[in-house]
C-alpha cells in the first residue's frame, strides 16, 4: 500500500528517531495505516510491540488493518474477544492488561485515542501498564485526533506522557487534498433557546450534568426540533445524551432508526450498526458509543444533541461524517446545542481545555442558519449579504407613529413581497406571557416560510422575522419548511389573503409590511 506524502513524513520520523512521540492524526488520516508500517519496520527489526486501546471495536479494527496491511500475525489480549495472546505483536484491551498480573515487555507501545490517557500523576488502569513498560524501556508512541482532555488540558508537557506534540496533521488539509469530504455548519431554530437554557445546567467533572442535560433535550420542542431541521439527508448520525433521549427520539422517528448505546449486548449493537451501514435505515441514534473508532463512510450528517463543554468530544463527533463516499459532497452538521459558539469550526477548534480561549469566529446566517466566519461580508451558501443589514426597530405601544407614513403599495406590486403565497393570521402567547399576532406566509422567492410576531396593539412590524423572533419570543423558532410542510404546520390558523397586506416605508425608508 502506498503512503500518502503526510503518513510517509510520520513513519520516517518515528523510525529515524529515539524517543516518546505524539501525533495529532484527524479521524480519517489513516493513523492505523501508519502504525501499522511503524509495526512491521519495527518487527523486522526484532522489536516487541504492543498496541493499546479501551475498546472492543476499536482491538478488533487494529487488528483486521494491521494484518492486512502488513501480512504479519497478531496476538490479541482482551477479554472482550476472549483471547488472551501474548505474541511479538500483540493487541490489547488496557482493561484487560491492566489486570495481567505477569511479567511482560515490550520495545514500542503504540496508543490509540491517546487522548484516553490520564496523565501519569493519576492513578488509572492506563499508568498501571504504561509506568513498569517505560521502567523497561519502552517507548511510547500515542495517536490521537485530539491531543486535549477537560481534566488536565493538553496531554503533553507538564502533565502528559510526552514532552511535546511531535507531528500534526491539520484537518482543513486532508480536505483541500479531497481526502477527507468538506462540511457546512447549520444550525436549528430551536438552537437560541437551547444554549439558554444551558447556562442553568450544573457541571460534573467539567462538564454538562448528564440528567440535567437529557431533561432538556428530550423537551417535546428540542426532540421535533432535530427531525423538522434535519433535510434530505440519506445517512444521519444523532449523538444524543442518554439512552432516554435516544428511545424518546426514537418514538416520533417511527421504524427508520436504530440505537446504539453501552447498555446493549455485543450481538444487538452489531446488528444494528450493519443496518446502518448497508443503508438499512436513514436514521442511527448514538449513546456514547460511536465517538471514536467507528468508521462509516456513508454517513452524511451529524446532529449534535449532546451538549458538551468538551472541545476533544465535538471534534470527535463531527468527525464520524467526514470521510469520503460515492456520492458524498460534504456532510451537513446540524448544531443543536450551539456547540459552534462554544468552539468555532471544527478544522479550527477552540480548545476548551486550554486556559486562554479565541475570541469566537464564527456567526450565524440569518438567512439560512450556516455558521460562517464572523468577518465574513457574505454568506458562501445562500449569498445573503451582512453588509446591507440594517438594524430593526420595534416601537413600543404607547410610542407614536408619526416617524411612519402609509404608501398605497399593493403587496403583490412590491418585486420582493410580491413572491408571497397567501398567510395565516393567529393569536400567539410567549412563554413570558405576552399576547402576540403571529403571521405566517411563505415566501416563494426566498424558498422558505417568513413569521412575523406582532405584540399586542402594535401595528406593524419589520421584514426581518428573525430579528423579531428573538425579541419578542426567543422560544419561538420554526424550521425552513417546504411549501406543502409549510400548509401543515399552519394547520388550524386562519387563512387570510395577501392583498389584506400593505407595505409602509418610515421616514429613513425601511420598507415595512403592515395588515392596516
Same mark, same amino acid.
Given at each position: 500500500?502506498? #503512503?500518502?506524502?503526510?503518513?510517509?513524513?510520520?513513519?520516517?520520523?518515528?523510525?529515524?528517531?529515539?524517543? !516518546?512521540?505524539?501525533?495529532?492524526?484527524?479521524?480519517?488520516?489513516?493513523?492505523?495505516?501508519?502504525?501499522?508500517?511503524?509495526?512491521?519496520?519495527?518487527?523486522?527489526?526484532?522489536?516487541?510491540?504492543?498496541?493499546?486501546?479501551?475498546?472492543? $471495536?476499536?482491538?478488533?479494527?487494529?487488528?483486521?488493518?494491521?494484518?492486512?496491511?502488513?501480512?504479519?500475525?497478531?496476538?490479541?489480549?482482551?477479554?472482550?474477544?476472549?483471547?488472551?495472546?501474548?505474541?511479538?505483536?500483540?493487541?490489547?484491551?488496557?482493561?484487560?492488561?491492566?489486570?495481567?498480573? &505477569?511479567?511482560?515487555?515490550?520495545?514500542?507501545?503504540?496508543?490509540?485515542?491517546?487522548?484516553?490517557?490520564?496523565?501519569?500523576?493519576?492513578?488509572?488502569?492506563?499508568?498501571?501498564?504504561?509506568?513498569?513498560?517505560?521502567?523497561?524501556?519502552?517507548?511510547?508512541?500515542?495517536?490521537?485526533?485530539?491531543?486535549?482532555?477537560?481534566?488536565?488540558?493538553?496531554?503533553?508537557?507538564?502533565?502528559?506522557?510526552?514532552?511535546?506534540?511531535?507531528?500534526?496533521?491539520?484537518?482543513?488539509?486532508?480536505?483541500?487534498?479531497?481526502? #477527507?469530504?468538506?462540511?457546512?455548519?447549520?444550525?436549528?431554530?430551536?438552537?437560541?433557546?437551547?444554549?439558554? !437554557?444551558?447556562?442553568?445546567?450544573?457541571?460534573?467533572?467539567?462538564?454538562?450534568?448528564?440528567?440535567?442535560?437529557?431533561?432538556?433535550?428530550?423537551?417535546?420542542?428540542?426532540?421535533?426540533?432535530?427531525?423538522?431541521?434535519?433535510? %434530505?439527508?440519506?445517512?444521519?448520525?444523532?449523538?444524543?445524551?442518554?439512552?432516554?433521549?435516544?428511545?424518546?427520539?426514537?418514538?416520533?422517528?417511527?421504524?427508520?432508526?436504530?440505537?446504539?448505546?453501552?447498555?446493549?449486548?455485543?450481538?444487538?449493537?452489531?446488528?444494528? #450498526?450493519? +443496518?446502518?451501514?448497508? =443503508?438499512?435505515?436513514?436514521?442511527?441514534?448514538?449513546?456514547?458509543?460511536?465517538?471514536?473508532?467507528? %468508521?462509516?463512510?456513508?454517513?452524511?450528517?451529524?446532529?449534535?444533541?449532546?451538549?458538551?463543554?468538551?472541545?476533544?468530544?465535538?471534534?470527535?463527533?463531527? &468527525?464520524?461524517?467526514?470521510?469520503?463516499?460515492? =456520492?458524498?459532497?460534504?456532510?451537513?452538521?446540524?448544531?443543536?446545542? &450551539?456547540?459552534?459558539?462554544?468552539?468555532?469550526?471544527?478544522?479550527?477548534?477552540?480548545?476548551?481545555?486550554?486556559?486562554?480561549?479565541?475570541?469566537?469566529?464564527?456567526?450565524?446566517?440569518?438567512?439560512?442558519?450556516?455558521?460562517?466566519?464572523?468577518?465574513?461580508?457574505?454568506?458562501? $451558501?445562500?449569498?445573503?449579504?451582512?453588509?446591507? $443589514?440594517?438594524?430593526?426597530?420595534? +416601537?413600543?405601544?404607547?410610542?407614536?407613529?408619526?416617524?411612519? $407614513?402609509?404608501?398605497?403599495?399593493?403587496?403583490?406590486?412590491?418585486?420582493?413581497?410580491?413572491?408571497?403565497?397567501?398567510?395565516?393570521?393567529?393569536?400567539?402567547?410567549?412563554?413570558?406571557?405576552?399576547?402576540?399576532?403571529?403571521?405566517?406566509?411563505?415566501?416563494?422567492?426566498? =424558498?422558505?416560510?417568513?413569521?412575523?410576531?406582532?405584540?399586542?396593539?402594535?401595528?406593524?412590524?419589520?421584514?426581518?422575522?428573525?430579528?423579531?423572533?428573538?425579541?419578542?419570543?426567543?422560544?419561538? +423558532?420554526?424550521?425552513?419548511?417546504?411549501? %406543502?410542510?409549510?400548509?401543515?404546520?399552519?394547520?388550524?390558523?386562519?387563512?387570510?389573503?395577501?392583498?389584506?397586506?400593505?407595505?409602509?416605508?418610515?421616514?429613513?425608508?425601511?420598507?415595512?409590511?403592515?395588515?392596516?
Amino acid at each position: 500500500m502506498e #503512503l500518502r506524502p503526510y503518513q510517509h513524513e510520520v513513519v520516517s520520523m518515528v523510525l529515524e528517531n529515539e524517543g !516518546d512521540m505524539l501525533i495529532q492524526a484527524p479521524t480519517g488520516a489513516g493513523k492505523t495505516i501508519m502504525f501499522s508500517k511503524i509495526i512491521e519496520a519495527l518487527s523486522a527489526m526484532g522489536k516487541k510491540c504492543l498496541v493499546l486501546a479501551h475498546r472492543g $471495536e476499536l482491538i478488533r479494527q487494529a487488528q483486521d488493518k494491521l494484518e492486512k496491511a502488513t501480512g504479519l500475525e497478531c496476538g490479541v489480549f482482551s477479554a472482550y474477544m476472549g483471547k488472551k495472546e501474548i505474541s511479538t505483536i500483540t493487541v490489547a484491551s488496557i482493561q484487560s492488561l491492566a489486570l495481567f498480573r &505477569g511479567d511482560i515487555y515490550f520495545d514500542v507501545v503504540i496508543i490509540d485515542e491517546a487522548h484516553r490517557v490520564r496523565g501519569p500523576l493519576q492513578e488509572s488502569q492506563y499508568k498501571t501498564v504504561l509506568e513498569p513498560l517505560q521502567e523497561k524501556g519502552a517507548r511510547l508512541l500515542g495517536f490521537t485526533a485530539t491531543p486535549y482532555r477537560l481534566d488536565i488540558g493538553h496531554i503533553y508537557g507538564e502533565l502528559g506522557w510526552w514532552n511535546e506534540l511531535n507531528y500534526q496533521i491539520p484537518l482543513r488539509q486532508l480536505i483541500e487534498e479531497n481526502h #477527507l469530504c468538506d462540511y457546512l455548519h447549520r444550525v436549528a431554530m430551536c438552537t437560541v433557546k437551547v444554549k439558554k !437554557d444551558l447556562e442553568g445546567v450544573k457541571k460534573t467533572a467539567g462538564d454538562y450534568n448528564q440528567k440535567e442535560s437529557s431533561d432538556l433535550m428530550t423537551q417535546s420542542m428540542n426532540l421535533h426540533s432535530i427531525v423538522n431541521t434535519v433535510q %434530505d439527508e440519506k445517512s444521519i448520525v444523532v449523538f444524543c445524551v442518554s439512552i432516554f433521549h435516544a428511545e424518546c427520539l426514537g418514538e416520533i422517528l417511527g421504524d427508520d432508526f436504530a440505537i446504539v448505546h453501552s447498555k446493549m449486548g455485543a450481538d444487538d449493537r452489531d446488528e444494528n #450498526l450493519r +443496518k446502518f451501514d448497508a =443503508g438499512e435505515v436513514r436514521w442511527m441514534l448514538n449513546v456514547g458509543v460511536l465517538t471514536e473508532g467507528w %468508521d462509516c463512510p456513508r454517513v452524511d450528517a451529524i446532529v449534535l444533541a449532546r451538549p458538551t463543554k468538551s472541545t476533544a468530544l465535538y471534534v470527535q463527533m463531527v &468527525g464520524r461524517g467526514l470521510r469520503n463516499f460515492q =456520492g458524498k459532497m460534504r456532510c451537513v452538521i446540524y448544531d443543536i446545542v &450551539g456547540a459552534y459558539e462554544e468552539f468555532g469550526f471544527v478544522d479550527d477548534p477552540n480548545i476548551n481545555e486550554e486556559k486562554e480561549r479565541k475570541a469566537c469566529t464564527t456567526k450565524v446566517c440569518e438567512e439560512c442558519l450556516s455558521v460562517i466566519p464572523s468577518n465574513a461580508k457574505k454568506c458562501p $451558501e445562500c449569498g445573503f449579504s451582512f453588509e446591507k $443589514e440594517v438594524e430593526e426597530v420595534v +416601537k413600543g405601544e404607547d410610542e407614536e407613529d408619526d416617524a411612519f $407614513e402609509m404608501k398605497e403599495l399593493s403587496i403583490h406590486e412590491h418585486p420582493d413581497f410580491g413572491n408571497v403565497t397567501d398567510g395565516i393570521a393567529s393569536h400567539y402567547t410567549s412563554k413570558s406571557g405576552n399576547e402576540c399576532l403571529m403571521v405566517k406566509y411563505f415566501h416563494t422567492k426566498r =424558498g422558505k416560510p417568513v413569521v412575523h410576531f406582532y405584540p399586542k396593539n402594535q401595528k406593524w412590524i419589520g421584514t426581518k422575522f428573525a430579528t423579531i423572533a428573538r425579541k419578542y419570543c426567543p422560544h419561538f +423558532k420554526e424550521n425552513w419548511l417546504s411549501p %406543502d410542510r409549510f400548509m401543515k404546520a399552519v394547520n388550524g390558523g386562519h387563512v387570510f389573503p395577501m392583498e389584506n397586506l400593505k407595505v409602509i416605508t418610515d421616514k429613513a425608508g425601511y420598507e415595512k409590511i403592515s395588515t392596516l
